[in-house]
């Protein structure tokens, strides 16, 4: 009972000889609290003045700015209260002064900029082993610290026998896309840059082969990626079906950027199968870091046995391979997964019993509303002075649907040919077709163009499945050209209340289509159309309500 008081009563007292110390330049008092936080943040964690210690240690970088992270600070404590099983100890260092930062920077090989990166982005852990210090990656969850701390330990993994491997890898490999790097009689440099490789790529394993299971697979020295055989490859042979294989990297001594590229391109299936919400970002990863053009191929509704299915995959396959460089093939067979990633269907696929294709190209983005002399703008996304991201609500990343019921493989490589090209008529996410007259609005820009806007606005809410939307959008549409000649005075525009969460409109969307009208000095106080989804009746609404006289 009365230990629990103890501590922190020794440490009062402690404090107060420690405060009246002539150490201290700066108030007693102030000291006092500083070096009471101190020695409270995380008690597990030993206070330490360097990070050269010769033993295996995880070392916590703190500062004032810190101090006060404690429910961090507990969760990590939590996370590793059983650090002393595992072979290394916990220690801290506080960071007092700008001297001392420059110092642990020059300790620890970093720069004093990437210091207050790390800082703020929870990157503040070191792990010391035999000599060396490790920095953890940026972004490793706390629940993976463990795993990163054991990649510290053992980087490379040694497996003294083939059945030791096949144990290893039915632990790890669970899926086409799972796989394990592994190294057969590495020279040091490449040794060195798997060490550092194994860091940052916490979740793959990285194991160093046996002579046995070089013989057994034919491995030359070097590096290999080992991954099942898949369907997805093109490679339809029931025996091999599964079964392991290693693609060599035929290169010797690779950089670290060498490796992380080739890996990046041999980690996944030449078809890839986006079948969990997990797997989204690996794609976009592939996507972005590669050519940044990406064919989606949605199969729900499909029976993956089917030979219709099986064909379609054998013809994705051998064009992943023709146009391996051009652009990737995801098959994405869960309508939520199609819905995440944009490119949602015009129809329920579990009717149709056919795919839907969309071609999307990431490097340019297409205006929603035509130019007077014709066309759609397109804006160079590759130009880093485009700035794109500005254009999410007024442009639509390049998009194509394939057309028609004809999916042979003759028929797919002209749709690709002519997406490539951008000849395909243009796929548009919130719309079949851009509304020249309708603004689309989002949550982004709403404020700007209905709140703050010296115009009148009316506003249709709208649902992205809603059959009495989909049914009167030409209708609304129609509405906008005949209303254009007062589009200094008013804005036509509509918001899709499936993807926008605008507080100004929450509490008004119990069902859809739904118009407010927005009028010029009492923005506050929308008005409602009750009546019909008639274009007559919306026209009389805004002429009743309208701060301008439409007649004019």
Same mark, same amino acid.
């Given at each position: 009972?009365?230990?629990?008081?103890?501590?922190?009563?020794?440490?009062?007292?402690?404090?107060?000889?420690?405060?009246?110390?002539?150490?201290?330049?700066?108030?007693?008092?102030?000291?006092?609290?500083?070096?009471?936080?101190?020695?409270?943040?995380?008690?597990?964690?030993?206070?330490?003045?360097?990070?050269?210690?010769?033993?295996?240690?995880?070392?916590?970088?703190?500062? $004032?700015?810190?101090?006060?992270?404690?429910?961090?600070?507990?969760?990590?404590?939590? +996370?590793?209260?059983?650090?002393?099983?595992?072979?290394?100890?916990?220690?801290?260092?506080?960071?007092? +002064?700008?001297?001392?930062?420059?110092?642990?920077? =020059?300790?620890?090989?970093? $720069?004093?900029?990437?210091?207050?990166?790390?800082?703020?982005?929870?990157?503040?852990?070191?792990?010391?082993?035999?000599? &060396?210090?490790?920095?953890?990656?940026?972004?490793?969850?706390?629940?993976?610290?463990?795993?990163?701390?054991?990649?510290?330990?053992?980087?490379?993994?040694?497996?003294?026998?083939?059945?030791?491997?096949?144990?290893?890898? &039915?632990?790890?490999?669970?899926?086409?896309?799972?796989?394990?790097?592994?190294?057969?009689?590495?020279?040091?440099?490449?040794?060195?840059?798997?060490?550092?490789?194994?860091?940052?790529?916490?979740?793959?394993?990285?194991?160093?082969?046996?002579?046995?299971?070089?013989?057994?697979?034919?491995?030359?020295?070097?590096?290999?990626?080992?991954?099942?055989?898949?369907?997805?490859?093109?490679?339809?042979?029931?025996?091999?079906?599964?079964?392991?294989?290693?693609?060599?990297?035929?290169?010797?001594?690779? $950089?670290?950027?060498?490796?992380?590229?080739?890996?990046?391109?041999?980690?996944?299936?030449?078809?890839?199968?986006?079948?969990?919400?997990?797997?989204?970002?690996?794609?976009?990863?592939?996507?972005? &870091?590669?050519?940044?053009?990406?064919?989606?191929?949605?199969?729900?509704?499909?029976?993956?046995?089917?030979?219709?299915?099986?064909?379609?995959?054998?013809?994705?396959?051998?064009?992943?391979?023709?146009?391996?460089?051009?652009?990737?093939?995801?098959?994405?067979?869960?309508?939520?997964?199609?819905?995440?990633?944009?490119?949602?269907? +015009?129809?329920?696929?579990?009717?149709? !019993?056919?795919?839907?294709?969309?071609?999307?190209?990431?490097?340019?983005?297409? $205006?929603?509303?035509?130019?007077?002399?014709?066309?759609?703008?397109?804006?160079?996304?590759?130009?880093?002075?485009?700035?794109?991201?500005?254009?999410?609500?007024?442009?639509?990343?390049?998009?194509?649907?394939?057309?028609?019921?004809?999916?042979?493989?003759?028929?797919? !490589?002209?749709?690709?040919?002519?997406?490539?090209?951008?000849?395909?008529?243009?796929?548009?996410?919130?719309?079949?077709?851009?509304?020249?007259?309708? &603004?689309?609005?989002?949550?982004?820009?709403?404020?700007?163009?209905?709140?703050?806007?010296? =115009?009148?606005?009316?506003?249709?809410?709208?649902?992205?499945?809603?059959?009495?939307?989909?049914?009167?959008?030409?209708?609304?549409?129609?509405?906008?050209?005949?209303?254009?000649?007062?589009?200094?005075?008013?804005?036509?525009?509509?918001?899709?209340?499936?993807?926008?969460?605008?507080?100004?409109?929450?509490?008004? !969307?119990?069902?859809?289509?739904?118009?407010?009208?927005?009028?010029?000095?009492?923005?506050? +106080?929308?008005?409602?159309?009750?009546?019909?989804?008639?274009?007559?009746?919306? !026209?009389?609404?805004?002429?009743?309500?309208?701060?301008?006289?439409?007649?004019?």
């Amino acid at each position: 009972m009365f230990r629990r008081f103890f501590r922190p009563i020794a440490l009062i007292g402690s404090l107060g000889y420690l405060s009246s110390h002539p150490i201290f330049s700066q108030s007693d008092e102030e000291n006092a609290v500083n070096l009471m936080k101190r020695v409270m943040y995380m008690p597990s964690f030993r206070e330490t003045q360097t990070i050269n210690i010769p033993k295996p240690t995880l070392v916590y970088i703190y500062d $004032s700015k810190y101090l006060e992270k404690s429910q961090l600070a507990t969760k990590i404590e939590k +996370n590793l209260k059983r650090a002393d099983e595992y072979g290394y100890s916990l220690a801290k260092r506080f960071i007092s +002064n700008e001297e001392d930062r420059k110092e642990f920077c =020059k300790e620890s090989g970093i $720069s004093e900029e990437e210091y207050t990166v790390r800082m703020e982005h929870e990157g503040n852990l070191f792990f010391i082993n035999n000599g &060396r210090n490790y920095k953890i990656p940026i972004g490793t969850k706390r629940q993976e610290i463990d795993s990163w701390v054991a990649k510290c330990q053992e980087p490379i993994i040694k497996v003294k026998s083939i059945s030791e491997f096949y144990k290893h890898a &039915r632990s790890v490999i669970f899926d086409e896309n799972s796989h394990i790097i592994v190294g057969y009689k590495l020279t040091d440099e490449e040794r060195k840059v798997l060490e550092k490789m194994s860091q940052y790529k916490i979740k793959i394993s990285f194991v160093e082969a046996s002579d046995d299971l070089a013989e057994k697979y034919g491995l030359e020295p070097g590096i290999s990626l080992c991954r099942p055989h898949s369907r997805f490859d093109g490679e339809f042979d029931t025996e091999t079906h599964r079964a392991l294989k290693f693609i060599p990297m035929n290169k010797k001594d690779p $950089s670290f950027d060498d490796l992380d590229l080739w890996i990046q391109n041999n980690n996944t299936t030449k078809v890839y199968y986006c079948d969990q919400f997990e797997k989204i970002f690996p794609l976009f990863q592939k996507t972005y &870091r590669g050519p940044l053009k990406c064919m989606y191929v949605l199969t729900s509704g499909l029976n993956p046995d089917s030979k219709k299915y099986i064909q379609l995959v054998k013809d994705l396959a051998e064009l992943a391979d023709q146009y391996k460089d051009l652009f990737i093939i995801a098959i994405i067979p869960k309508d939520e997964l199609a819905k995440k990633l944009g490119c949602l269907r +015009n129809g329920r696929l579990r009717r149709m !019993k056919e795919p839907e294709i969309r071609f999307t190209d990431f490097k340019k983005m297409i $205006s929603t509303k035509e130019n007077p002399e014709g066309g759609f703008q397109v804006v160079d996304c590759t130009n880093p002075d485009a700035k794109c991201a500005d254009l999410t609500d007024t442009h639509y990343t390049g998009k194509y649907n394939f057309q028609g019921h004809d999916f042979s493989k003759e028929k797919l !490589k002209e749709f690709i040919e002519n997406s490539l090209q951008g000849k395909n008529e243009q796929y548009y996410e919130e719309e079949s077709v851009p509304l020249a007259a309708v &603004r689309k609005l989002s949550a982004v820009n709403f404020n700007k163009e209905v709140i703050d806007s010296d =115009k009148d606005v009316i506003i249709e809410l709208y649902g992205k499945y809603c059959p009495s939307c989909i049914a009167f959008k030409e209708e609304f549409n129609q509405l906008a050209k005949e209303l254009k000649p007062h589009s200094d005075k008013l804005l036509v525009a509509k918001v899709c209340i499936d993807h926008n969460f605008i507080p100004e409109i929450s509490d008004k !969307k119990k069902y859809t289509p739904i118009f407010w009208y927005y009028k010029k000095g009492d923005k506050a +106080n929308p008005i409602q159309h009750k009546g019909k989804r008639d274009v007559k009746e919306i !026209k009389e609404f805004i002429k009743q309500n309208a701060s301008f006289n439409l007649e004019e």
